[in-house]
């Protein structure tokens, strides 16, 4: 499966974005999918998670109740909505599939697909 990311962009703290990440080259409804993000000098981490049964997951306290992690099967495609923004959120982020479908969903390796990555940066 193929990955394409998009939707990033440069706002303000505060601000909303969504990002999508779409799929090609196989149907999603079988994989987890998940959302990383690497800010500057940092590594990469884990920020959300979509079961293939659709559960989903964002579990971290820097962006419990900002984030939100949706799937639509029929478009191919994830989504991750990200609301007040914050500064700390600047990163590349990245969308990533599981066709094995893990139970640790927030660990790098048990993805072996990912996109190329998009740039948020929330700036003043």
């Known amino acids: 499966v193929q990955l394409q990311a998009s939707g990033g962009g440069l706002v303000q703290p505060g601000d909303s974005l969504r990002l999508s990440c779409a799929a090609s080259?196989?149907?999603?409804?079988?994989?987890?999918m998940g959302w990383f993000r690497q800010a500057p000098g940092k590594e990469r981490e884990f920020v959300c998670a979509s079961r293939w049964s659709n559960s989903n997951t964002c579990p971290a306290d820097s962006i419990k109740g900002r984030f939100t992690i949706s799937r639509d099967n029929a478009k191919n495609t994830i989504y991750l909505q990200m609301n007040s923004l914050k500064p700390e959120d600047t990163a590349v982020y990245y969308c990533?599939?599981?066709?094995?479908?893990?139970?640790?969903?927030?660990?790098?390796?048990?993805?072996?697909?990912w996109g190329q990555g998009t740039l948020v940066t929330v700036s003043s």
């Open positions: 990533a599939a599981d066709g094995r479908r893990s139970v640790a969903i927030a660990t790098e390796r048990s993805y072996g697909y």
């Open positions: 080259g196989n149907t999603i409804n079988r994989y987890n």
